[in-house]
């Protein structure tokens, strides 16, 4: 969900002093209605999802053509320059 990485996302929203995520309380959503729209987000058309323990379950497949769809768009607008430089003074050896 974000750079920090809590074990459950309902973390994200507890107010505990020690682990508290500001940001996620103040966006305007309430941690019930962000569950909700996750049990219901998906991309894909369920009746050509495999079931759970088979050989071709795929477990992001809700999400599948959308990141596809992203990977492809990324490697078509950027390319890297043939020798890229590593700057030496960030990089100790």
């Not at 309902?10 to 309430?30: C, K």
């Not at 219901?40 to 990141?67: E, M, S, W």
Request: positive net charge.
């Amino acid at each position: 969900m974000s750079v920090l990485r809590k074990s459950f996302l309902r973390d994200y929203w507890r107010f505990r002093l020690i682990i508290q995520t500001p940001y996620a309380a103040s966006v305007g959503m309430s941690r019930d209605r962000f569950l909700g729209l996750l049990t219901i987000f998906h991309l894909n058309n369920d009746d050509v999802k495999a079931a759970r323990g088979q050989p071709c379950y795929d477990l992001p497949f809700k999400i599948r053509l959308v990141t596809e769809k992203l990977i492809a768009t990324f490697q078509d607008v950027y390319t890297p320059e043939e020798q890229p430089t590593i700057d030496k003074a960030i990089c100790p050896f």
